[in-house]
Nanobody
Framework: VQLVESGGGLVQPGGSLRLSCAAS????????MRWYRQAPGKQRELVAA??????TYADAVKGRFTISRDNAKNTVYLQMNSLKSDDTAVYYC????????WGQGTQVTVSS
C-alpha cells in the first residue's frame, strides 16, 4: 500500500489549490479515504473523508473544500477554495486497511 500526495504550494488568501493522492496496492473505491492536516505546533486533524460516495467535512472547511475520487486513476482529490491563512498546514492522505497508512504529506501555505 502506498499513498503519494501532490499539489501543495504557496497561494494567496482567497486562492485555490487541488491536492492529489495517488494510491497503489489497493483500490480507493473499496476503502474510506481521508485527508488530514497538521499545522505547526498543532495536532493532526481530520479535514475530509469519502466512502461509498458519502463525504464528510470538518466544520472549518465545510463549503470551501471538496473531496472526490477518480476510480479509473485510483486517486483521491481535495479541491480547496477560498483558502485562508488558517489552512496553512501539511496535508496528508490516509486510509485504514488492517492498519493506518499515510502519505508523506504536501505543504500548503496560504500567505500574501
Amino acid at each position: 500500500v502506498q499513498l503519494v500526495e501532490s499539489g501543495g504550494g504557496l497561494v494567496q488568501p482567497g486562492g485555490s489549490l487541488r491536492l492529489s493522492c495517488a494510491a497503489s496496492g489497493f483500490t480507493v473505491s473499496s476503502y474510506v479515504m481521508r485527508w488530514y492536516r497538521q499545522a505547526p505546533g498543532k495536532q493532526r486533524e481530520l479535514v475530509a473523508a469519502i466512502s461509498s460516495g458519502v463525504t464528510t467535512y470538518a466544520d472549518a472547511v465545510k463549503g470551501r473544500f471538496t473531496i472526490s475520487r477518480d476510480n479509473a486513476k485510483n486517486t483521491v482529490y481535495l479541491q480547496m477554495n477560498s483558502l485562508k491563512s488558517d489552512d496553512t498546514a501539511v496535508y496528508y492522505c490516509n486510509t485504514d486497511i488492517w492498519r493506518a497508512y499515510w502519505g508523506q504529506g504536501t505543504q500548503v501555505t496560504v500567505s500574501s
